[in-house]
């Protein structure tokens, strides 16, 4: 499900979770306990990727619409706890996009420190809206630190999914390179921010993301009507609409 490997006190996290690494409670669980053991480890940096040809596409869409309410209670707190455990890493955390990036992909992709894409027909985006559900607030929040702000509302209500050159222009990836050398070129990077001093570099990335974390403790009342709007039969058959539109029956 996830593998690692350290290269020069760097460690590649790998997802290998299914044909998509689609985010489920066991990845989501496994994520979470593995960045919780690197924060503790002696690794000066992390690079995150996928398997083959996709880094992640998002939710878990059929088992979503086949576990119900009750999946969605048990799957959203993990879902936004991966997030929030990446985007407030203390460590650098550097994302080698090894393909498409859907929806959750490309939040979690959004929530490291930079952002690596491979070049090739892999894409980039959040169609959450298109699929149907609405997006909570730490995954909003990642994403209003990444894209810039005159892009922001537009990737979002149009549901866009970039090439890679289109994920640079819209601030999503920082940038491009040969599918072969993606991880390599992400670990090099991962070496040079974890060579910063660490209680600086730490320091630093908690300043930069606080206004976004007290956004977050601020919308709990929000997120309680985005857990709501999940679990509604409403939302589950517009995700269910959207399955057998895209991805067959």
């Avoid at 699929?131 to 810039?148: K, N, Y």
């Avoid at 072969?180 to 320091?203: I, K």
């Amino acid at each position: 499900m996830i593998t690692t490997e350290t290269r020069d006190r760097v460690t590649v996290v790998r997802m290998a979770h299914g044909k998509v690494n689609a985010f489920d409670p066991e990845l989501m669980s496994g994520l979470i306990d593995q960045l919780a053991a690197l924060e503790e480890a002696d690794t000066a940096a992390v690079v995150l990727t996928g398997t083959g040809r996709v880094f992640s596409a998002g939710v878990d869409l059929r088992g979503l619409t086949g576990g119900g309410p009750d999946y969605v209670k048990k799957l959203l707190p993990l879902l936004g706890g991966a997030f929030s455990k990446a985007f407030t890493f203390p460590k650098p955390v550097v994302a080698a996009v090894n393909g498409h990036a859907i929806a959750g992909g490309c939040v979690l992709t959004c929530a490291c420190d930079y952002r690596i894409m491979a070049d090739g027909d892999g894409r980039i985006g959040t169609p959450e809206l298109s699929v149907g559900v609405p997006f909570p607030s730490m995954a909003l929040e990642i994403l209003r630190l990444t894209i810039p702000a005159h892009r922001l509302q537009a990737l979002i209500y149009r549901g866009l999914t970039c090439t890679p050159a289109e994920a640079v222009d819209n601030g999503l990836v920082d940038e491009i390179a040969p599918p072969e050398v993606v991880v390599d070129r992400a670990v090099d990077m991962a070496a040079r921010l974890g060579s910063l001093p660490p209680a600086s570099f730490a320091l630093t990335k908690r300043i930069i993301r606080e206004p976004s974390q007290t956004r977050v403790r601020e919308m709990q009342s929000a997120d309680a009507a985005v857990a709501e709007a999940w679990m509604s039969p409403r939302v589950l058959e517009a995700v269910r609409a959207y399955v057998e539109r895209t991805l067959g029956k």
